[in-house]
């Protein structure tokens, strides 16, 4: 009796429970889904309750200079790259400079050891020795010619002996020099310096290890940069290339700086184009105060040299989406239009530049986000 009590208390509970719950249902509750700002089955066509409540303005036009925007990365000026080399082959005996230090012109950069300059201060020797005993005998034979002892041919003979070897003596002379190689201290060990001032932007060599051609297969040591002067290497769509122009003023923002504005110009179009993607690589010239460094990623503005009608509207009334841009337009009665227009530079004055997609005079809701703040809200 008591068992079958309370089963039926807890089968009127289960009853009264489900029928609560039958009265009460709300499929969109049930689902928990927010309106949509959105709707993709209707073309982009939204219905609001009191659409009066959301102010409209219409597109204001300006006369602005025609702008194309690309990016870009930060390069040296291969006019500004200088190699370091060692021409006498050998052993690295002593390291002043690493990878990516800065170094100022006349810097000693390392030291080498090479058998090159033993050989070369050698031969120099013995050309001063030939064209010593050269000279004594073409001073001899001047005399005997003098004194009717020899003939004119002896006496020739002579003088170009003496003469091919100051000849050779010259040129070990320049051989040393060009060696490095001091006359006056000669030793087996010669110094490298820095032909300019920059960084040091290739380093071949460690120490111990060999340099020059004989051992280490390349001359070039080191690599020292002036980036005084930077590059910064842009991709140009093909079909952009007749906005570009040689000289052109170019605008540019490091991802490093966002705040900071740099100005260059255009000093090279690149004559070929990449066969894959279809652009051409535009070389723009830019002064660096020093915050520039190799590999930078940047975005370039190119100001042309005509002006363009574009269209203005406060930022305030384009809603981006997805990597996309959108404004929303009156479509009568109590519904709005979605379109999708693509955006430019945003004005000191809380408007944005429309660069197509919107009409001149057309009018937009001016506040995108009061607008979807309401369907939310329906």
């Avoid at 050698?122 to 001063?128: E, H, P, Q, R």
């Avoid at 490091?254 to 070929?272: E, F, M, N």
């Avoid at 981006?320 to 955006?343: K, M, N």
């Avoid at 005079?361 to 329906?378: I, R």
């Amino acid at each position: 009796m008591k068992v079958t009590c309370t089963v039926s208390l807890a089968l009127l509970a289960f009853a009264l429970l489900a029928a609560g719950c039958k009265k009460n249902f709300d499929p969109a509750q049930a689902t928990g889904t927010p309106a949509q700002v959105v709707d993709g089955n209707n073309n982009g066509l939204v219905q609001v309750n009191h659409s009066e409540q959301f102010a409209l303005i219409s597109a204001a036009s300006i006369d602005a200079p025609d702008k194309l925007s690309v990016t870009g990365s930060v390069f040296p000026d291969i006019n500004r790259e200088v190699p370091v080399i060692s021409l006498a082959s050998g052993k690295v005996v002593e390291l002043r400079a690493r990878l990516d230090d800065n170094v100022r012109k006349g810097q000693l950069l390392f030291k080498v050891q090479s058998p090159d300059i033993s050989a070369a201060f050698d031969v120099y020797l013995k050309a001063v020795n030939d064209e010593q005993m050269s000279n004594k005998a073409y001073l001899r034979a001047k005399d005997l010619y003098e004194h009717g002892a020899i003939a004119l041919g002896a006496l020739e003979q002579a003088e170009d002996a003496e003469k091919n070897a100051r000849a050779d003596l010259e040129a070990s002379d320049q051989q040393m020099a060009t060696l490095g190689i001091d006359k006056q201290h000669p030793s087996s060990i010669v110094s490298i310096y820095a032909p300019i001032g920059g960084v040091v932007v290739g380093q071949n060599i460690t120490n111990a290890a060999a340099a020059g051609v004989t051992y280490a297969g390349t001359s070039t040591a080191f690599t020292i940069a002036d980036l005084s002067v930077v590059w910064i290497v842009c991709d140009v769509y093909e079909n952009d290339l007749p906005r570009v122009a040689l000289g052109q003023q170019a605008q540019i923002t490091l991802s490093a700086y966002p705040g900071k504005t740099i100005t260059g110009r255009v000093s090279d179009i690149g004559p070929v184009l990449d066969p894959t993607i279809r652009t051409a690589k535009v070389r723009i010239e830019v002064p660096n105060q020093g915050m520039m460094k190799l590999g930078m990623f940047a975005s370039v503005t190119l100001q042309g040299r005509s002006s363009a009608v574009h269209e203005v509207v406060p930022a305030s009334a384009i809603l981006h989406l997805h990597d996309r841009e959108w404004v929303f337009v009156p479509a009568g009665e109590g519904t709005f239009h979605r379109i999708e227009v693509s955006s430019g530079e945003v004005l000191g004055d809380g408007r944005q530049e429309i660069l197509s997609g919107l009409a001149p005079g057309q009018q937009v809701v001016k506040d995108v986000l009061q607008l979807e703040s309401a369907l939310e809200a329906q």
